[in-house]
């Protein structure tokens, strides 16, 4: 396989003369700044917030790529992942005409991302254990077919992908393969970040919002060849992370033992929620998972999920989703947290 990102990329994009900010054009930080229209006497706030914040995250990407074994170069920082899913489509799918591959149950917004962008979308569902159908993937590229979505750990269902089943997507597939690892500070195998070099039509998607608890901060990730994240810094908006968050997330990275030990403090809580649910009469199945959350098979996921409700516990219903009939979705809590969820599930009675 010849991967050519230029064979992929939305023409209009290829050819835009992307907008320069004041803070692109002078990047220094001494002197005397009359050149963005800020309000040079502060702001109406307790601290000033009056200047301008990096375009381009610097600092930011020095500390993440230290910790992931990438270059800055390599990485995006996006408003959320909910940026990056947007500028996937926006960057290399023409609306009305492009496709994109996501293989159900899985994330919602690569269906709503590619419903606002006008983009046709190609389900192929997981086989019944949640793994890759390849075969099928492979069969149901077509050349309009700029972007498959793949999420692993996934979300609804918790499991990883099977390596070699991405490894074959990436070598028989022509458009970009987005692999969302939004968990995989969780899982038991190593992220994908550091198979870039392999595969030019790789991007890994991350985020702030789970392990490192900052969801509140709207802070999501891209990694993939300088190439694309070079595409990415022309469309993106030009202050697109506000620079109360990039020092949040410079705290952040200074302190990844904190996250670590969140970690394992969730995956122990994980390991002992996931026994005491299985002794209740009617949950009849608890899906492998590589997350912070369990997928639980109930005998009536609608009457659980209302029950809890009613006792102010809240759970994502998940039943009506493809392949998880009679689902709750678990998100790990504390241990008081997961000590209440057990105390009033015991007292439900299907
Ligand atoms: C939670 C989650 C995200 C994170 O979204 P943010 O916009 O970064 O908060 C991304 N992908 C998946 C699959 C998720 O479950």
Same mark, same amino acid.
């Given at each position: 396989?010849?991967?050519?990102?230029?064979? @992929?990329?939305?023409?209009?994009?290829?050819?835009?003369?992307?907008?320069?900010? &004041?803070?692109?054009?002078? $990047?220094?930080?001494?002197?005397?700044?009359?050149?963005?229209? =800020?309000?040079?006497?502060?702001?109406?706030?307790?601290?000033?917030?009056?200047?301008?914040?990096?375009?381009?995250?610097? =600092?930011?990407?020095?500390?993440? &790529?230290?910790?992931?074994?990438?270059?800055?170069?390599?990485?995006?920082?996006?408003?959320?992942?909910?940026?990056?899913?947007?500028?996937?489509?926006? !960057?290399? !799918?023409?609306?009305?005409?492009?496709?994109?591959? *996501?293989?159900?149950?899985?994330?919602?917004?690569?269906?709503?991302?590619?419903?606002?962008?006008?983009?046709?979308?190609?389900?192929?569902?997981?086989?019944?254990?949640?793994?890759?159908?390849?075969?099928?993937?492979? $069969?149901? @590229?077509?050349?309009?077919?700029?972007?498959?979505?793949?999420?692993?750990?996934?979300?609804?269902?918790?499991?990883? %992908?099977?390596?070699?089943?991405?490894?074959?997507?990436?070598?028989?597939?022509?458009?970009?393969?987005?692999?969302?690892?939004?968990?995989?500070?969780?899982?038991?195998?190593? #992220?994908?970040?550091?198979? %870039?070099?392999?595969?030019?039509?790789?991007?890994?998607?991350?985020?702030?919002?789970?392990?490192?608890?900052?969801?509140?901060?709207?802070?999501?990730?891209?990694?993939?060849?300088?190439?694309?994240?070079?595409?990415?810094?022309?469309?993106?908006?030009?202050?697109?992370?506000?620079?109360?968050?990039?020092?949040?997330?410079?705290? &952040?990275?200074?302190? =990844?033992?904190? $996250?670590?030990?969140?970690?394992?403090?969730?995956?122990? /809580?994980? /390991?002992?929620?996931?026994?005491?649910?299985?002794?209740?009469?009617?949950?009849?199945?608890?899906?492998?998972?590589?997350?912070?959350?369990?997928?639980?098979?109930?005998?009536?996921?609608? &009457?659980?999920?209302?029950?809890?409700?009613?006792?102010?516990?809240?759970?994502?219903?998940?039943?009506?989703?493809?392949? !998880?009939?009679?689902?709750?979705?678990?998100? @790990?809590?504390?241990?008081?947290?997961?000590?209440?969820?057990?105390?009033?599930?015991? *007292?439900?009675? #299907?």
């Amino acid at each position: 396989m010849s991967f050519n990102i230029n064979s @992929i990329i939305r023409p209009n994009i290829k050819s835009l003369k992307p907008y320069t900010s &004041a803070r692109d054009e002078y $990047k220094g930080k001494e002197g005397v700044f009359l050149d963005a229209n =800020e309000n040079s006497f502060g702001s109406a706030t307790h601290t000033a917030y009056n200047r301008y914040p990096d375009p381009i995250q610097w =600092e930011v990407k020095e500390k993440l &790529a230290i910790i992931k074994g990438v270059k800055p170069t390599n990485i995006l920082i996006g408003n959320g992942s909910d940026e990056p899913i947007d500028l996937l489509y926006r !960057c290399f !799918c023409t609306p009305g005409v492009d496709e994109v591959l *996501i293989t159900p149950p899985t994330y919602g917004m690569y269906e709503v991302s590619a419903n606002i962008n006008d983009i046709k979308l190609i389900k192929v569902s997981l086989t019944s254990d949640f793994q890759l159908d390849t075969n099928g993937i492979l $069969k149901a @590229i077509t050349s309009k077919t700029k972007l498959i979505f793949l999420c692993s750990p996934n979300n609804p269902t918790g499991n990883l %992908l099977k390596r070699n089943d991405i490894y074959q997507i990436l070598n028989n597939f022509n458009g970009l393969v987005v692999i969302d690892e939004a968990y995989i500070d969780f899982a038991s195998e190593p #992220s994908f970040t550091l198979e %870039l070099d392999k595969f030019p039509n790789l991007v890994v998607l991350q985020t702030f919002s789970k392990a490192w608890g900052l969801a509140n901060l709207r802070l999501g990730i891209a990694y993939a060849s300088e190439e694309i994240i070079d595409i990415f810094n022309k469309v993106k908006p030009p202050y697109n992370v506000n620079g109360v968050s990039q020092s949040l997330a410079i705290e &952040a990275l200074n302190n =990844e033992e904190k $996250k670590n030990k969140d970690v394992e403090k969730i995956i122990t /809580e994980r /390991e002992k929620l996931k026994k005491e649910l299985l002794e209740l009469p009617y949950v009849t199945q608890i899906y492998p998972t590589d997350a912070n959350f369990l997928l639980v098979k109930t005998t009536n996921g609608n &009457a659980v999920y209302d029950f809890l409700i009613e006792h102010k516990v809240i759970v994502r219903n998940r039943s009506n989703v493809t392949l !998880c009939e009679g689902c709750i979705r678990i998100t @790990i809590g504390t241990e008081k947290e997961n000590a209440t969820l057990i105390e009033k599930m015991k *007292i439900f009675k #299907s």
